[in-house]
């Protein structure tokens, strides 16, 4: 176990539904993610957070959401999706500083379907 | 820019034979590298990094990795391979380019490692 959990381990949707991902990190880092991972591609930042102030949004769709209420928690809230929205999304957590240089940690991923 | 690669899709080698997963990498300054590793239907694990010092870098599993800076590589490698180091490998550098007090890391595409019995 890495000390970041992600809840549901899988969810399947339909374009007109609304669901949340939850990551939690029990590590007391300061730096959340979340990354898209599809097939045959290379992993995709899409949001950070650094001690809960988004850092970066990486021209994600409007219809991703994301949500930090503190620093042990993130969410991403998701709204007609498109199919090509399935993937697995990653969370990860990491103690940053200026320098920047410590491994993030990942949680065990969503797998998410959208029909 | 900076930027990872991972020449090979796929590696096969036979259990109990040296392996080597490679990783070039582009930046300015001094890279950050690091390796990860993802089993089937689990996130990313990581395994090493290199920030500064000795080029030779030990990590998880028996796992090590070689920086060469005058051939910017950062290959993975492992002296005697597992059927159990069947995975998909990662190599990332951190991404300078972004705003300081987190670590953002570019990823390379990924390596599929397969030992064989």
């Known amino acids: 176990e890495t000390g970041v959990t992600q809840t549901p381990r899988h969810l399947v949707m339909g374009m007109t539904n609304k669901k949340s991902l939850k990551c939690e990190q029990h590590?007391?880092?300061?730096?959340m993610y979340w990354y898209k991972q599809s097939a045959k591609k290379p992993l995709e930042l899409m949001f950070v957070y650094s001690l809960e102030e988004r850092v970066e949004n990486n021209s994600v769709p409007s219809r991703f959401s994301p949500e930090c209420p503190n620093s042990s928690h993130l969410f991403l809230h998701l709204h007609t999706l498109q199919p090509e929205d399935s993937a697995l999304y990653l969370c990860a957590s990491s103690q940053d500083t200026a320098v920047g240089y410590n491994e993030q940690f990942f949680g065990p991923g969503t797998r998410l379907t959208v029909l | 820019a900076q930027s990872v690669a991972q020449p090979e899709d796929q590696v096969n080698v036979a259990e109990g034979n040296p392996l080597t997963v490679k990783c070039t990498y582009s930046?300015?300054?001094?890279?950050?590298l690091f390796w990860y590793v993802q089993y089937p239907n689990r996130g990313l694990q990581f395994l090493l990094k290199?920030?500064?010092?000795?080029?030779l870098v030990k990590g998880s599993y028996g796992f090590e990795a070689e920086f060469n800076k005058s051939q910017t590589s950062f290959h993975l490698k492992k002296p005697s391979a597992l059927v159990s180091d069947s995975a998909l490998y990662f190599c990332a550098v951190r991404d300078i380019t972004g705003s300081g007090g987190y670590n953002k890391l570019i990823f390379g595409a990924g390596t599929r490692l397969a030992v064989h019995p």
């Open positions: 290199y920030i500064t010092g000795d080029n």
């Open positions: 930046v300015s300054g001094n890279p950050y």
């Open positions: 590590l007391g880092h300061n730096a």
